[in-house]
C-alpha cells in the first residue's frame, strides 16, 4: 500500500512511520508513507494556505489552490510508484463513519492520497472536484485531518499480511466478526484477588474458543447492544448468550457486580 498525506503538520506522521508495529512494516517496504505540504504550493511570502470564509463567519477556510497542487503532486508520486488510480480520501467530521467493513475493503487499495484539513475546513469546491470519499473517524470534531488520518492508516495497515507477527491478531480484533473483542489475561494468575478464569488454564482449546465467542457475545450485548442489531446470531451464539446473560444478572443480584 502506498500512503501519500497532504497535511501542512508532517512531522505529526512520526507517530506511524518511527514506531511499533507500523514502523516496522515501513522498514520492511510492506508499505510507503509520502508527506507533501500544501504551502510549498503557496504563491506569496507569507506562504498562506488559508483565507476569511465568504459570507462572515469564525475562523479561516483552506484554499483550493495549494491544496489542488499538492493534491497533483501526491498523485504524480502515487504514479512513480506504479499506482495509476489511488483513492483519494479527505478526512472530515462530515465524512462516512469509518466502521471494519469499510477499512477491510480500503485494506485492497493499491495507494491512497489522504487530505488533512485544518481550521474551519477546506474549501468545498476542492472537495466537489477531487475528493472519492469523505471518511470520519468518530462523531466528534478534533483540530486537524492528521490524527483522524493517522489511525485511518494505522487500522488498514493491521489488515495487511505481513504488517503484523500473527495475522490471526488481526482476525481476533474487535469488529472483525461484528462483535466486541473478549476479555484477556496475562499473568500472574492472581491479582488482587481476582484470578484469571478457569477455563483459560484448562489447555481444552475447544472450551476457550465457546468461552471466547461467549464473553464476546456479552461483551457486545452490553456495551454496543447495536452490533448485534446487524448480526443474525447463529442458534448456538443465541444459546451462549442467554445464558451469559442470566449469569450476569445472577451475578448482580447476588451483589457481585459488573462481570
Not at 512511520?17 to 503557496?42: E, H, S
Not at 463567519?57 to 510508484?81: D, H, N, S
Not at 478464569?197 to 464476546?216: A, D
Request: proline share 5%; glycine share 8%; aromatic share 6%.
Amino acid at each position: 500500500m502506498i500512503y501519500t498525506v497532504i497535511s501542512i503538520f508532517p512531522e505529526m506522521f512520526a507517530a506511524i512511520t518511527d514506531y511499533g508495529v507500523t514502523k516496522r512494516a515501513f522498514d520492511n517496504k510492506i508499505c510507503t508513507l509520502m508527506t507533501i505540504n500544501p504551502r510549498d504550493f503557496t504563491t506569496d511570502s507569507y506562504r498562506r494556505i488559508d483565507d476569511k470564509a465568504y459570507g462572515g463567519g469564525a475562523g479561516m477556510v483552506m484554499k483550493v489552490e495549494p491544496l489542488e497542487l499538492a493534491l497533483q503532486a501526491g498523485l504524480a508520486a502515487q504514479l512513480e510508484k506504479g499506482v495509476t488510480n489511488p483513492l483519494k480520501v479527505y478526512l472530515s467530521p462530515q465524512g462516512e463513519r469509518v466502521n471494519q467493513e469499510m477499512v477491510n475493503k480500503l485494506s485492497t487499495c493499491e495507494g491512497m492520497v489522504l487530505v488533512c484539513g485544518r481550521y474551519e475546513g477546506v474549501d468545498e469546491r476542492f472537495i466537489g472536484q477531487n475528493i472519492d470519499l469523505e471518511i470520519s473517524i468518530a462523531d466528534t470534531v478534533v483540530s486537524g485531518g492528521e490524527l483522524p488520518a493517522m489511525m485511518l492508516i494505522d487500522s488498514i495497515m493491521r489488515q495487511i499480511p505481513g504488517v503484523l507477527n500473527d495475522q490471526e491478531s488481526a482476525i481476533n480484533d474487535s469488529f472483525m466478526n461484528g462483535l466486541l473483542d473478549y476479555p484477556h489475561y496475562t499473568t500472574p494468575r492472581e491479582y488482587k484477588g481476582t484470578e484469571v478464569p478457569e477455563v483459560l488454564l484448562s489447555g481444552n482449546h475447544e472450551h476457550i474458543r465457546k468461552w471466547r465467542l461467549q464473553m464476546s457475545l456479552l461483551r457486545t450485548a452490553l456495551r454496543r447492544p447495536d452490533l448485534l442489531e446487524k448480526r443474525n446470531l447463529t442458534k448456538i451464539e443465541s444459546r451462549l448468550l442467554e445464558e451469559a446473560l442470566c449469569h450476569s444478572r445472577e451475578h448482580t443480584r447476588v451483589g457481585g457486580g459488573n462481570p
